[in-house]
């Protein structure tokens, strides 16, 4: 379980995408460990169907927004790292919602739960802020500024794509 361990220290700011394996099998992993998370996080609130393609097209959006950054930046190189940390952490992370989730659908009135989660969130914020910053090599306000843009971003495409129905 080396590798979870690399995703922690990365989810805890010791580590950063650069000591992750450039690796095509382990970005397959990653991307499996993502769609499943998301598959079942997703999958409380609406048709294990529709959870699908949603995370699909939050994967999809995630690797577009990773590419076009990093080629904007002139750091193709650091795709895969990069691409990797992101779906990586994003698993773990997420896979820590999942019991919040379900708590909080299942007993509505456990208002502890809500603070949980925004905690997770802004945990989150901070980690995409720390992989971008380390992709590109640049400042951590980058990053967060980076990170806020794609997370406001994919949260409204989310929202057009598959707005809940009244």
Do not use: N
Request: proline share 4%; aromatic share 10%; glycine share 8%.
């Amino acid at each position: 379980m080396p590798l979870i361990k690399l995703f922690f220290d990365i989810c805890l700011f010791k580590k950063g995408p650069q000591d992750l394996p450039a690796s095509g099998l382990l970005l397959g992993l990653a991307t499996l460990a993502y769609l499943v998370v998301g598959i079942v996080l997703l999958g409380l609130e609406a048709t294990w169907a529709d959870a699908a393609i949603q995370a699909l097209v939050e994967g999809a959006m995630l690797l577009g927004f990773l590419f076009i950054t990093l080629k904007v930046a002139g750091l193709m190189s650091r795709f895969l790292q990069t691409a990797i940390a992101m779906l990586g952490c994003d698993a773990l992370i997420s896979s820590l919602a999942v019991p919040l989730l379900t708590w909080m659908l299942t007993s509505p009135e456990a208002k502890g739960v809500y603070l949980f989660l925004l905690l997770l969130m802004l945990w989150h914020l901070a980690v995409v802020a720390h992989i971008l910053r380390h992709a590109l090599s640049r400042h951590l306000g980058i990053g967060l500024g980076l990170a806020i843009v794609y997370v406001v971003a994919s949260y409204q495409v989310m929202l057009l794509l598959f707005a809940p129905s009244a």
